[in-house]
């Protein structure tokens, strides 16, 4: 994923002139629909030419928790709104490649490490977790009450994420690979590979 390395940092005050721009984009979007555009559209355009630049589109509700820093993005990136991304912490960092796109109602933890490469599909609903509660006493001690543990994750380029599944911890998913909608990945995703199910597992010869 050496392309990750060309990827930009997300800029504090673009975001805070989106907010400030927002009450215009509405209507501008609305406005162009009389020309035949598209106000959904429209919408994403006007607000990542703004927010975030490099021809990235970003629709409504998404949110940046975290330093803006620990947000690095390639270019032609789609984040299609109500989605969540926490790179909070001192291993906090999100990095999404260059004609990625996120769906709707997306959740992405990056308080351990992110990294998604280029041209990957995020279907809606995906959650992906780099950090976790953990039992690691085994004494009875409530679980809420015991260290959170970080573990960085990486989504190769070209990889889809069917709707719904979740990305646990540690995990690595290989190039070109293809997680089922609704799979609990617990472990590494071999490239060009399928998985699907729960815990999620190799399928057809991929299983032999």
């Known amino acids: 994923m050496s392309e990750l390395e060309g990827n930009r940092s997300v800029h504090l005050w673009r975001l805070a002139l989106a907010a400030l721009l927002e009450p215009l984009v509405r209507p501008t979007a609305f406005a162009a629909t009389l020309f035949g555009k598209d106000r959904e559209g429209v919408e994403l355009v006007l607000r990542g030419y703004v927010g975030l630049g490099g021809h990235c589109r970003l629709g409504r509700n998404v949110r940046f928790i975290g330093p803006a820093k620990n947000f ?10 109500n989605t969540v991304m926490n790179a909070t912490g001192s291993s906090g960092k999100i990095s999404i490649g ?5 769906d709707h109602q997306c959740v992405l933890y990056g308080q351990g490490g992110l990294a998604i490469g280029s041209t990957c599909a995020i279907a809606a609903g995906v959650l992906i977790y780099s950090q976790s509660n953990a039992d690691e006493r085994g004494d009875g001690t409530p679980v809420a009450l015991q260290p959170t543990k ?12 069917g709707a719904g599944s979740r990305i646990l911890p540690g995990v690595s998913i290989g190039a070109g690979a293809t997680v089922g909608a609704g799979a609990v990945v617990t472990k590494d995703v071999e490239p060009g590979s399928t998985v699907v199910g729960v815990p999620a597992h190799p399928t057809g010869a991929e299983a032999e």
Request: aromatic share 18%.
């Open 98 to 102: 260059s004609r990625s796109h996120i």
């Open 150 to 161: 970080y573990a960085a994750v990486t989504v190769e380029d070209g990889c889809w994420l």
């Open 72 to 81: 690095t993005f390639g270019s032609h990136v789609t984040f299609y709104g």
